[in-house]
């Protein structure tokens, strides 16, 4: 089963990725500089309040910034995993069920046709066409919107979010830790708010959301935890 799923979904592979599995990598992408820029910018924040100690806070915002980033990473590698071993079952029982029950899948296929529109005789001819070129492209896409052998790629996901969760993260770390003294606190402010406002705009488009709810929502959170951040440190 295991090999004639592999001998398939290789037919099916294409050199380069589908839309879905570009925009899963850049959505881990987003979502990792979001979180970058939050935790960092909190433990910054929350040190800078309670010490003037340069080192120390550099220290700690970069520590956060890399436990950040590993973080990120592997809840991605092990999200995106679970949804390709997801899909990969999927097709091992649609390959099964093309074997012990063809008439039901390829009624299946007639139903989706039919829910389009499509006459009963026409969506027959259809299903029927498709089956005998591709039956088990044809029921996995019909059924569960999968492209066979697309599955989406733990690893690019992981390393985006890596990337981008430390990329985010650098933003108020150098803000914080170079920037002259005067302009240190309103310098960090500055850069998370415009960051967060891009990653907010990245967000809405990528999602086919509301720019503008996307980006104030971003800011109202930035503000807020940079806010809850500053007190904090400042019980210290």
Same mark, same amino acid.
């Given at each position: 089963?295991?090999?004639?799923?592999?001998?398939? !979904?290789?037919?099916?592979?294409?050199?380069?990725? +589908?839309?879905?599995?570009?925009?899963?990598?850049?959505? !881990?992408?987003?979502?990792?500089?979001?979180?970058?820029?939050?935790?960092?910018?909190?433990?910054?924040?929350?040190?800078?309040?309670?010490?003037?100690?340069?080192?120390?806070?550099?220290?700690?915002?970069?520590?956060?910034?890399?436990?950040?980033?590993?973080?990120?990473?592997?809840?991605?590698?092990?999200?995106?995993?679970?949804?390709?071993?997801?899909?990969?079952?999927?097709?091992?029982?649609?390959?099964?069920?093309?074997?012990?029950?063809?008439?039901?899948?390829?009624?299946?296929?007639?139903?989706?046709?039919?829910?389009?529109?499509?006459?009963?005789? +026409?969506?027959?001819?259809? !299903?029927?066409?498709?089956?005998?070129?591709?039956?088990?492209?044809?029921?996995?896409?019909?059924?569960?919107?999968?492209?066979?052998?697309?599955?989406?790629?733990?690893?690019?996901?992981?390393?985006?979010?890596?990337?981008?969760?430390?990329?985010?993260?650098?933003?108020?770390?150098?803000?914080?830790?170079?920037?002259?003294?005067?302009?240190?606190?309103?310098? +960090?402010?500055?850069?998370?708010?415009?960051?967060?406002?891009?990653?907010?705009?990245?967000?809405?488009?990528?999602?086919?959301?509301?720019?503008?709810?996307?980006?104030?929502?971003?800011?109202?959170?930035?503000?807020? +935890?940079?806010?809850?951040?500053?007190?904090?440190?400042?019980?210290?």
């Amino acid at each position: 089963m295991a090999e004639n799923e592999a001998i398939v !979904a290789k037919k099916h592979q294409k050199e380069h990725q +589908t839309m879905d599995e570009k925009l899963n990598t850049l959505r !881990a992408g987003v979502l990792g500089s979001n979180d970058g820029i939050l935790t960092v910018v909190g433990v910054l924040f929350s040190v800078a309040a309670a010490t003037t100690n340069q080192f120390t806070i550099f220290i700690a915002g970069l520590s956060d910034l890399l436990a950040c980033a590993f973080s990120m990473a592997s809840g991605e590698y092990a999200s995106v995993s679970t949804q390709k071993d997801t899909e990969k079952s999927v097709v091992h029982k649609e390959m099964a069920l093309l074997k012990s029950d063809f008439e039901g899948e390829l009624q299946a296929v007639q139903a989706f046709y039919q829910q389009r529109g499509v006459s009963a005789e +026409t969506s027959m001819a259809i !299903a029927k066409d498709l089956l005998s070129k591709d039956a088990l492209g044809t029921v996995v896409s019909v059924k569960y919107d999968i492209k066979l052998g697309h599955y989406m790629n733990p690893w690019n996901a992981a390393f985006s979010s890596l990337f981008s969760a430390s990329a985010g993260g650098v933003f108020p770390l150098v803000a914080m830790t170079f920037l002259p003294n005067a302009w240190q606190w309103p310098g +960090t402010i500055i850069a998370v708010l415009l960051s967060v406002t891009l990653t907010g705009f990245l967000s809405a488009k990528l999602g086919h959301g509301l720019v503008k709810t996307a980006i104030i929502r971003n800011v109202i959170v930035g503000i807020i +935890t940079m806010f809850i951040h500053y007190y904090v440190g400042q019980l210290f």
